[in-house]
């Protein structure tokens, strides 16, 4: 049955099924042959299709629609235009340079939004009219934005800490304190590896505009817009609101902000954005709803139990072991769901890193650098599907071009495993 699950979903991705349909038709394959493969051990179908909607039906889960509202509200409000102003005024002169401003402006959006997808919705979206004018091909635009935008899950405020927080019984502070350094060491690897491919791709340098507006404007600006991740972060901390309240607010706040502050929208716009964020969430849950069918029959046949549970068995040490977690963690992060992953192997581990003395919130740091790096990989990264869709790119022209970001996460990734100084000065 492993084998029809993974050979039915990579022959329907390549007749050109959309990726929510080869997902979720190749869980339905497998579920409809499993009675003829083992007839005692069949796949309830009805199961299948309650895992199907109750994947979406979730609380958390809707901390994503007002993100993604959050994001349109501030793209169409000009929080994001700001924010790449101010990302523009470090790095805009540049080789690269307007690949390293949307770099930039996805940590400073992700501190806002605290989501990947938004964050890739977002600025993928303020960025389009600028890769064009400056001769980026779409896929090479893709795999930048596709790439910094999972640093939503690293920096403050973030619903996967709170998830690991949950399970593992780690330090959420703890988390969110290691994160800021974690998620400027990955922002820095992405800047360099943006600069090496701008010139690979003969990109030319561009000129540095912030139109009529002076230094200090554009700062005094950023600073309003950054006000978001203050309320967001301050109110988790302070026990006022939920992560998913946070979201809450961060609409409210982008609201405010771009009707009566920068008066970028009009009352009468509100409307078209809400339909807009409604049709960019319903695109996005079902994906993930796809993804929970596909990652549901994977769990039902045990696969990623007993791919953890043959690791386990070959008896490591604690660098061994914190290896072949890695390595496994990024192939899981190639199919499954990223809380998935956690509900899945922090229960799994949490013995075996309290008996090699592991630092849990170490660990909570590798787990979800690994998380973020599977957002971006192939062939079910959300952030490049959804970065894809925003730049207009080709899928399979955006793997091509994302191969040299992910190998500077996975770097990265290997730093933060093996020199855990790096980020724990913090604590």
Request: proline share 5%; charged share 10%; glycine share 8%.
């Amino acid at each position: 049955m492993t084998l029809v699950l993974f050979g039915s979903v990579l022959v329907l991705l390549a007749v050109g099924a959309p990726i929510a349909t080869a997902m979720a038709g190749s869980g339905l394959i497998t579920i409809l042959l499993s009675g003829l493969f083992n007839p005692e051990n069949a796949i309830n179908p009805v199961q299948a299709v309650q895992s199907f909607f109750s994947s979406i039906d979730s609380v958390a889960l809707l901390a994503i629609p007002f993100f993604i509202l959050a994001g349109d509200l501030m793209n169409k409000g000009g929080l994001a235009k700001r924010l790449v102003n101010f990302a523009g005024m470090f790095v805009g002169r540049i080789t690269g340079g307007l690949g390293m401003t949307a770099v930039l402006s996805c940590m400073l959006f992700a501190a806002i939004s605290g989501s990947g997808i938004a964050t890739a919705a977002a600025i993928g979206g303020v960025m389009l009219a600028g890769f064009k004018d400056h001769s980026y091909p779409k896929s090479y635009a893709t795999a930048i934005v596709a790439s910094a935008s999972p640093v939503g899950i690293i920096i403050p405020p973030s619903i996967a800490f709170i998830l690991y927080g949950t399970l593992s019984k780690a330090s959420v502070g703890s988390l969110y304190k290691v994160g800021f350094p974690s998620g400027i060491l990955i922002i820095i690897a992405l800047l360099v590896t943006t600069y090496l491919t701008a010139k690979k791709h003969k990109i030319p340098r561009p000129v540095r505009d912030l139109g009529n507006k002076s230094v200090k404007e554009v700062v005094i600006d950023t600073l309003v817009a950054l006000g978001t991740p203050v309320i967001i972060v301050g109110g988790v901390f302070l026990g006022i609101f939920t992560p998913t309240e946070s979201a809450i607010a961060a609409v409210i706040y982008s609201i405010i902000v771009g009707v009566f502050v920068f008066k970028e929208i009009k009352l009468k716009d509100l409307p078209s954005i809400l339909m807009q964020s409604a049709i960019s969430s319903a695109g996005i849950m079902i994906i993930i709803a796809a993804a929970s069918l596909f990652a549901w029959v994977m769990i039902y046949l045990q696969i990623p139990q007993k791919a953890f549970e043959a690791v386990l068995s070959l008896g490591m040490n604690k660098y061994t072991l914190l290896f072949a977690v890695n390595i496994t963690v990024l192939f899981a992060g190639m199919f499954l769901e990223s809380s998935a992953i956690q509900v899945i192997i922090v229960p799994l581990l949490l013995p075996i890193l309290e008996a090699l003395h592991i630092d849990l919130v170490h660990f909570g740091i590798i787990l979800t650098t690994n998380l973020a790096i599977g957002m971006v990989t192939p062939p079910f990264g959300l952030t490049l599907l959804t970065s894809s869709r925003v730049l207009g790119a080709s899928l399979k022209d955006s793997i091509a071009e994302v191969w040299p970001f992910l190998l500077s996460l996975i770097v990265v990734l290997f730093i933060i495993t093996y020199f855990p100084s790096v980020i724990m000065w913090v604590l």
